[in-house]
């Protein structure tokens, strides 16, 4: 198992969010994993990541312990985080953005230069001196995309990639995360519908209230519409 | 019109040494959040190292060696104290950072006279730049010259550094978002202490660069520092080509405006800072701040009014103070009276800062306008004294009007900065007003009345005035008005979409602090016999800070507890040793690492922390979460914030 979430359990303050979550993902799987507004899915990864101050329970990423590590060592070791808010620098160019992620490269995880990311999302090829906060939103979830990639992981998390994009983009998005999976990358994301998500993901979790309701192949979940139909945004 | 040249080069000549060191509090301040108060004091010691190393070693070689190994022996001192103290208070709120800082400023000043002694020191003059060059006729200083090319080469040097180095776009992009910059593998943890230890560099160069044409003296650090903060200000905190524009600026209006405005000249450097606030809150270059870290209420624990027990209790403590006198002698009787007066400044200014959330670095101002007002109506025109305590305090609260109007606009340090800004001009009015406020000399012969004088009976009455006072300010912070201002605190932006008036708000706040301090300088000048400059000065401004802060930002009754704790401190240590500052600083110091939360907040959690082991369950949301550094909202404000997003 590339990473193994065991009883993990997440606090906001005094607000208890996450409960008893377990989450498992393979080496080169795309894992979705599913869930309304608020029912939990960016603490979760936040949690993967240690942003959130006080969590407990197990994860484990290749092989090791990284529960109580601090949230850049975490990060170096090859587990990269795209939040959903993006993020960008925006007054740094998009080079520069880049630049920020960069990390050496690894054995077992893909290798990635400026160059290479500018071939999977070619309108940053187009943009490389322009600044981040002179970009629209796809473009901006692109950037944070490859500015994690960067980082040379070998699994990426992935918080609601396709939010507030365009159907044509979607579709190049939802081509860059399979063309990343070729990569030999390991993949979580995160969607609030299938739509996208079955497009992509080979197993899938629903979450709802910070606990894990259904956990299985996509096309168990597509032949329950039942559960479908309790837990997620139609 | 050839002297004019001459003055333009002398203010880029000190203009260089002033970007040296705004600079560096600006990339300090842009990455690690920090208001650096020591940065004056590692500016100091720049000067004084490179006056030991080019003593030392002399000759060309001894001398720009001497001034390059200053600002780096300075630089791993800053960064010795960004590793041992620094690290630990990052999370702390916002302005107990700039205590410590404070404290340790505090040190500095004391260790510099034990090592250097008290006299001002001459520096060598700099090898290859002795002489003056003609220009127009007249002899500009050959140094000057080169300080005058050294600036913009440092600018440069600078913009490749952030531009063109992976260094320099880590720290721009946490200048920007730290934590994320964090989530893509950076360890900020050194991060933090290399931009620590640049902006310190900056700082001891521009010191030790200053050595060939100022004496070095233990007073530069305090001179320079509010000189720095204007510049930052103006330039826009962050922005290293803004602090370079407002040097040039604010050098060029002390050069020019000691010709043209010699009575007004230092009032003519903040008139400008406030005006640029006014028309940029953000300086001339800077960027408005997201919506930051709150400097106060960042507590999870719900604030309550107190309960009958604790009122019996607060009674009890005022009944057995007013025995003192039964038992107490004169100086100690003094001592107390002293301290009351503090305790109602202390609490006025925690009304501000954290009920209403705006840190005043400027406070002193409406306690030494009431001073003066008190001042004013007894010797000018013969005002008994229980008339002189109701009139003086109406100059403060005339001064919070005016202020606070221009203050309220902005928030955070800009709102610091602008605060201290106003009270530097109402300083220096003081200073320089000399047919009506006696300059330097002040007023002298404020005796109360008879009835009065005797030190039980003063005690007695400063006793009532701040008990009452105190009392009057926490009935306001459970008061509606009370909650309206809390909720501006918490959210500017929500509390106006629920119909309140931030603006309108804030202004009586900081008017009604401004009231409570002016009563308590009025009780000032009465004790003393006497108002001079200092009671509003910077250093009494920081003395509020301190006591707010020492007693605990985020409770309710901090401020006198450390009003208590810190001037009783400050009193016992003066006559105790003469390296006071030393020790005081050294007392700050530890205080902010023991206690981030102050002494009260530390034994609320203490108490928090019994309740919780006493009866469990439930209690679990009582005990001192670890609050996630952005997490917003004190008190009852729900934490949650429902985020709206179509449904798709
Ligand atoms: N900083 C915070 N402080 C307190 N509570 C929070 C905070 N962030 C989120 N929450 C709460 O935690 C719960 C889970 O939120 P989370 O952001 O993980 O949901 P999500 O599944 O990512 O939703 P969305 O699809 O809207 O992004 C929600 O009830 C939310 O209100
Ligand atoms: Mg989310």
Redesign the pocket.
């Known amino acids: 198992m590339k990473l193994e979430i065991h009883k993990l359990n997440s606090y906001y303050g005094p607000a208890h969010i996450l409960f008893d979550v377990d989450i498992s993902v393979g080496t080169g799987e795309v894992v979705a994993l599913l869930g309304r ?2 029912a939990g ?3 979760t ?1 936040r949690s993967i990541v240690g942003l959130v101050a006080r969590r407990e329970g197990r994860i484990v990423f290749d092989g090791e312990d990284i529960t109580n590590r601090p949230t850049h060592e975490i990060v170096r070791r090859g587990l990269g985080y795209v939040p ?1 808010d993006r993020r960008i620098f925006t007054e740094l160019t998009v080079e520069e953005n880049l630049m920020v992620g960069a990390q050496p490269a690894r054995d077992g995880a893909p290798c990635w230069t400026p160059e290479k990311l500018y071939t999977l999302f070619p309108n940053l090829g187009e943009m490389r001196g322009r600044l981040g906060g002179r970009m629209s939103g796809g473009e901006q979830q692109m950037l944070t995309i490859a500015r994690t990639l960067m980082g040379n992981p070998s699994l990426v998390l992935l ?2 990639p396709s939010e507030g994009l365009a159907p044509k983009i979607v579709e190049e998005m939802a081509n860059a995360i399979l063309a990343m999976k070729n990569e030999g990358l390991s993949i979580v994301l ?1 969607e609030q519908n299938l739509h996208f998500a079955r497009l992509i993901s080979d197993r899938a979790y629903i979450i709802e209230s910070g606990r894990i309701r259904f956990g299985g192949t996509i096309r168990e979940l597509e032949e329950s519409p039942e559960i479908r139909d309790a837990y997620l945004a139609v | 019109m050839e002297f004019f040249v001459v003055q333009f080069l002398t203010g880029l000549a000190s203009a260089a040494s002033l970007f040296l060191v705004a600079s560096g509090l600006s990339i300090i301040f842009g990455v690690t959040r920090i208001v650096n108060f020591a940065h004056g004091a590692f500016y100091m010691l720049g000067a004084y190292v490179a006056y030991t190393l080019t003593e030392r070693f002399e000759g060309f070689f001894g001398f720009w060696g001497g001034i390059l190994l200053a600002a780096l022996v300075v630089a791993a001192i800053g960064a010795l104290l960004e590793i041992v103290l620094l690290r630990r208070i990052y999370r702390a709120p916002e302005l107990f950072q700039l205590l410590a800082t404070f404290g340790v400023t505090l040190m500095v000043q004391d260790l510099v006279v034990m090592i250097w002694g008290p006299e001002d020191l001459v520096g060598p003059r700099a090898p290859g730049l002795r002489g003056a060059v003609d220009i127009l006729g007249l002899a500009v200083p050959t140094y000057d010259l080169f300080l005058i090319v050294l600036g913009p080469l440092v600018l440069g040097a600078l913009w490749i550094l952030f531009h063109r180095t992976r260094w320099g776009v880590l720290v721009r992009a946490a200048t920007q978002d730290r934590d994320m910059v964090a989530a893509l593998g950076v360890n900020q943890t050194w991060l933090f202490t290399s931009v620590f230890a640049l902006g310190i560099f900056l700082a001891g160069l521009g010191g030790a660069l200053q050595i060939p044409r100022n004496a070095v003296t233990h007073l530069m650090d305090l001179s320079i520092i509010v000189e720095v903060f204007v510049v930052v200000v103006i330039g826009g905190l962050g922005s290293v080509l803004g602090a370079f524009i407002a040097a040039v600026l604010v050098s060029e209006l002390n050069a020019f405006g000691i010709l043209v405005f010699p009575k007004i000249s230092i009032v003519l450097v903040f008139l400008v800072m406030a005006c640029v606030l006014i028309v940029r809150p953000w300086g001339l270059l800077g960027r408005p701040e997201g919506p930051a870290r709150q400097p106060a209420g960042l507590s999870i624990r719900p604030w309550h009014p107190m309960s009958p027990n604790q009122r019996l209790l607060m009674l009890a403590l005022v009944v057995v103070a007013g025995f003192v006198p039964l038992v107490a002698g004169n100086y100690v009787l003094t001592v107390l009276a002293e301290i009351a007066v503090f305790a109602l400044f202390a609490a006025s200014l925690h009304f501000l800062m954290t009920v209403g959330g705006l840190a005043s670095f400027g406070h002193a101002a409406y306690f030494g306008l009431g001073a003066y007002g008190a001042a004013f109506a007894t010797t000018m025109f013969g005002a008994p004294m229980v008339a002189s305590l109701l009139l003086g305090p109406l100059l403060g609260v005339a001064g919070a009007i005016l202020f606070g109007w221009f203050c309220v606009r902005l928030s955070g340090v800009y709102f610091a900065m602008l605060t201290l800004a106003f009270a530097q001009i109402a300083w220096s009015i003081a200073f320089q007003w000399v047919e009506v406020t006696g300059g330097d000399n002040g007023i002298l012969g404020v005796w109360p009345a008879s009835w009065a004088s005797s030190p039980a009976a003063f005690y007695w009455l400063a006793l009532a005035v701040s008990v009452a006072g105190i009392a009057a300010l926490r009935v306001l912070v459970f008061s509606p008005f009370g909650y309206a201002l809390r909720a501006t605190r918490d959210s500017a932006l929500r509390s106006e979409a629920i119909g309140i008036d931030r603006a309108r708000v804030q202004w009586a706040a900081f008017i009604i602090a401004g009231t409570f301090a002016g009563i308590a300088g009025a009780l000032f000048a009465f004790l003393k016999g006497s108002v001079f400059p200092d009671n509003l000065a910077i250093p009494m401004s920081v003395d509020g800070l301190v006591m707010v802060l020492l007693g605990g930002i985020e409770t309710v009754s901090g401020a006198v507890v450390g009003a208590v704790v810190y001037k009783a401190l400050a009193i016992w240590l003066v006559s105790q040793t003469d390296l006071s500052k030393l020790v005081l600083g050294a007392v700050i110091v530890l205080l902010v690492v023991a206690f981030p939360k102050g002494i009260v907040g530390f034994a609320e959690d203490l108490m928090a922390r019994r309740r919780a082991r006493t009866d469990d369950g439930g209690a679990a949301l009582a005990a001192p979460a670890k609050a996630a550094p952005a997490a917003p909202g004190s008190g009852a404000a729900p934490i949650a914030a429902p ?1 709206m997003e179509a449904a798709r």
């Open positions: 507004n608020g899915k960016s603490t990864f959903e918080d609601e995160s | 985020k």
